[in-house]
């Protein structure tokens, strides 16, 4: 069984960082791509970034680049993010997401077809 637990959220003042992980088990981590998404209330979901286990190749859209950073340890089927200079806008609660496909540009794969999702972990930052 798939399954993706999150941590390293919490509480933060403007301009601090977070390291949030997420912890992958049952499957075969280096075949799939994996996002980072977050939801604040009363808005869409939407992607901060992704990245192609198979390639490395990484995709972070203009809201979050140059302060948000992904990584993988395949050693140990973890996905991080990386989150530096945040912002109070930045609150909201953020998922890890993966997806068993091969491909070398991970922005190609839809939110909506990301099989496999992680609870959730919530990023509050204070102004």
């Known amino acids: 069984e798939v399954q993706l637990v999150e941590s390293g959220g919490g509480l933060v003042q403007a301009g601090g960082s977070l390291r949030l992980s997420c912890a992958a088990s049952?499957?075969?981590?280096?075949?799939?791509?994996v996002g980072w998404f977050r939801q604040a209330p009363g808005k869409e979901r939407e992607g901060v970034s992704c990245i192609s286990n198979t390639y490395g190749t990484t995709y972070v859209p203009d809201s979050v680049k140059g302060r948000f950073t992904i990584s993988t340890d395949n050693a140990k089927s973890t996905v991080y993010l990386q989150m530096d200079s945040l912002k109070p806008e930045d609150t909201a609660v953020y998922y890890c997401?993966?997806?068993?496909?091969?491909?070398?540009?991970?922005?190609?794969?839809?939110?909506?077809?990301?099989?496999?999702w992680g609870q959730g972990t919530q990023v509050t930052v204070s102004s």
């Open positions: 997401a993966a997806q068993r496909w091969v491909v070398s540009g991970c922005a190609m794969v839809l939110m909506n077809e990301y099989h496999y």
């Open positions: 049952g499957f075969t981590f280096d075949d799939y791509v």
